[in-house]
């Protein structure tokens, strides 16, 4: 995992507007970057939330961005394409954008869909790991509890609590020979 302090990667990725859109774009504000895919049924699960999330945070001085890095030769319904409709369609307001070269998910030290990370205002990692306890199947509600509570005390300018559980979801889907060292 990324370890906490680090300075968020930087990161330059189109967005599926056709924009192209930057770490820099965020200056002076706290950032939260999420490792996502269309097909992913753990993403699936929480779509809605991630939604809401965006929604609620987005004139609270928050950027949040959305990254999909798989392998679309072999996971075609990740395709930029392919995103954009999933972006219209769960009603996505941050930019969801594309990481062809798998580099920007390697920096991240990302290993899944979904992946979490909440930077401050500074860009210094202050937590990285789950959305809540819901899971495919599991009864428990979508509420993003976790990752709430770390962009609210970021924004109240209190510490982000150190019981951080890593997320859990389906293998970030690497190109044959691109994947990272870390696993």
Known sequence: MLPLGTVAPDFQ????????????DF????????????HCPYVKHIRSGLAQLGRDYQDRG?????????NVEDYP???P????IEAREAGYVFPYLYDASQEVAKAYRAACTPDFYVFDK?????YRGQFDDSRPGNGVPVTGRDLRAAIDAVLAGKPVSADQKPSIGCNIKWK????????
């Open 13 to 24: 990725l189109p967005d599926v507007s056709g924009r192209t859109v930057s770490r820099a």
């Open 27 to 38: 200056t002076r504000r706290p950032l939260v970057v999420m490792f996502i895919c269309n």
């Open 62 to 70: 928050v950027g949040i961005v959305a990254i999909s890095s798989n």
């Open 77 to 79: 319904q990740d395709s």
């Open 81 to 84: 394409d392919k995103m954009k």
């Open 122 to 126: 500074d860009h210094r990692l202050v």
């Open 176 to 183: 044959p020979g691109n994947e990272p060292d870390y696993f």
